[in-house]
């Protein structure tokens, strides 16, 4: 399933991992890939760099790049390091192949993929995946952003199955969390960038 956001910084990531390991907990086996390429959140702990980006221009087993997590039947794949084009990447007949061999391993698939607004990536993204869930932050998303976002997704094919309100204030307190600043391609679309990031959420429990 594809979690994704009108823009950085809605919780998107947050949720994706509170979805997967939750799931993980109850005992299914679950794997999380992070496939926001051009900003990519969870922390790798291979030597080599390599994770989804390498995988999507190789005919290797997915099971090769797998990562174990701090929580029990929980799996990472890392989007890892690389120099092209997202857009390109995410588009190739590999993206379904190994969403299709992840579905044959683990109970559930959680792919946690960028924002929809100025990318091409998320549609791309939500035309694989069997649903999708939308992020949207309380009282700071406008809702003609969120509608352009059902709008790509629909016409890509995404199968929408519902809405994750975050940042929800409760008792005068605010659930925050501390997100990626998000920079594009010269096109502002499907621009080339190089991945080398530095991620933001260890769930590997490696130390780099």
């Given at each position: 399933d594809l979690v994704t956001s009108t823009r950085p910084g809605e919780g998107k990531s947050t949720s994706a991992y509170a979805i997967a390991s939750s799931m993980a907990r109850l005992g299914g086996k679950v794997l999380l890939i992070d496939a926001d390429l051009r900003k990519p959140t969870f922390v790798s702990s291979r030597s080599d760099g390599y994770g989804l980006a390498h995988l999507l221009g190789t005919e290797e087993p997915l099971s090769a790049y797998i990562e174990?997590?701090?929580v029990e039947n929980l799996a990472l794949l890392p989007v890892g390091r690389f120099v092209g084009s997202a857009a390109e990447l995410l588009?190739?007949?590999r993206l379904p192949a190994i969403i299709v061999e992840a579905r044959g391993t683990y109970d559930m698939v959680v792919i946690d993929g960028p924002p929809v607004l100025g990318l091409t990536d998320a549609p791309l993204l939500?035309?694989?995946?069997?649903?999708t869930a939308l992020i949207i932050e309380s009282r700071q998303s406008r809702t003609s952003n969120v509608s352009e976002m059902i709008r790509r997704l629909a016409e890509a094919g995404s199968n929408i199955?519902?809405?994750?309100?975050?940042?929800?204030?409760?008792?005068?307190a605010g659930y925050?969390?501390?997100?990626y600043?998000?920079?594009?391609?010269?096109d502002g679309v499907g621009g080339k960038v190089s991945s080398d990031p530095s991620?933001?959420?260890d769930v590997t429990g490696e130390q780099d």
């Open positions: 174990g997590t701090q588009s190739s007949n939500g035309a694989t995946a069997e649903a199955i519902g809405v994750i309100l975050t940042k929800v204030t409760a008792n005068g925050g969390y501390s997100y600043s998000y920079s594009y391609g010269a991620r933001s959420l």
